[in-house]
């Protein structure tokens, strides 16, 4: 499926009323994760200011040990304190670096800014060396103006 097929059907989740945030937020990860084969884990980290530090909210893949993130730290906390997207095409060439799994390649993260403030991000890890394209950074953050209308 496209990203441009896609589009609609995360506007759909957005606005469909009989599920809570949360449930919507896992179901843009399955269908994100189950529609475009590169995604092979997604999942939304959340900001908290006051401790500066990254919570990780509905994901969709393998489990995680990285449940709380300094802001900083790796690739997410990295755009928590940049609110710049930041791909990496291969993670082992990467400096600052949080490993989740040998088998993840490269990593996209998009912040997510609600009222002009970085409350978090979509974070996508991939299988596959250097999948992300300027287009994937186009469609996530279309995915997070859709999100923030959650907030």
């Not at 097929?5 to 599920?19: C, F, G, M, R, V």
Request: include cysteine; charge should be negative.
């Amino acid at each position: 499926m496209t990203f441009q097929e896609l589009q609609p059907k995360i506007s759909n989740i957005i606005a469909d009323n009989t599920n809570n945030r949360d449930e919507k937020l896992l179901a843009i990860c399955q269908l994100l994760s189950e529609n475009v084969d590169y995604y092979n884990w997604v999942g939304f980290y959340f900001a908290n200011h006051d401790t500066k530090t990254l919570h990780l909210g509905p994901y969709v893949g393998a489990e995680t040990d990285h449940t709380v993130i300094p802001f900083g730290k790796g690739i997410c906390g990295q755009v928590a304190e940049s609110n710049a997207n930041f791909v990496v095409p291969d993670v082992n060439a990467q400096d600052n670096y949080i490993a989740c799994s040998f088998t993840v390649k490269s990593e996209i993260v998009v912040p997510l800014f609600v009222n002009g403030v970085n409350i978090g991000q979509i974070d996508i890890d991939s299988h596959v060396i250097d999948p992300f394209t300027e287009a994937d950074e186009r469609f996530l953050e279309f995915v997070n103006q859709e999100v923030a209308k959650l907030f």
